[in-house]
């Protein structure tokens, strides 16, 4: 894996090269990675793509099914087994979420601000992806 820095104004406006910055590979579309204020688009195939919207959802359902269940067994308190049950549940749904979590910082590049105003520095990426910026930075 490789480091790279690019243009913030090129990275948010899909304008790196449609080489997949996980596998190497021809990219079909774009995802999004990195925080606020630090998001970008960068390049994924089409099954990379798929997967990481699959785990953004898996992470949605982990919080809402989390905070249903704990909600569920504070509800229904009075019986002595769901409370107990609904937070095992609350907990193994933060398990899931931060296996999700673990898996998309697998999956995308780590997006850090770059040593100029103008720039961000990309850590993780393929190197045919590294390679493909090279001859714009020149």
Known sequence: MATV????????????????????????????????????????????????????????KAVYGGVACVALGVAMARFPVLLPLGLVIGV???????????MLRRLLPQVEPGPKADEFTLRGVHKSFAEALKPSAD
């Open 92 to 102: 193994l749904s933060l398990v899931l979420w931060v296996a999700c979590w673990m």
């Open 5 to 60: 820095r690019v243009p913030r104004a090129v990275a948010r406006d899909r304008g790196l090269p449609a080489i997949s910055v996980r596998s190497g590979k021809a990219a079909n579309g774009y995802a999004e990675a990195g925080k606020a204020p630090y998001v970008i688009r960068v390049p994924l195939t089409q099954d990379e793509f798929d997967e990481v919207q699959q785990l953004k959802v898996r992470q949605k």
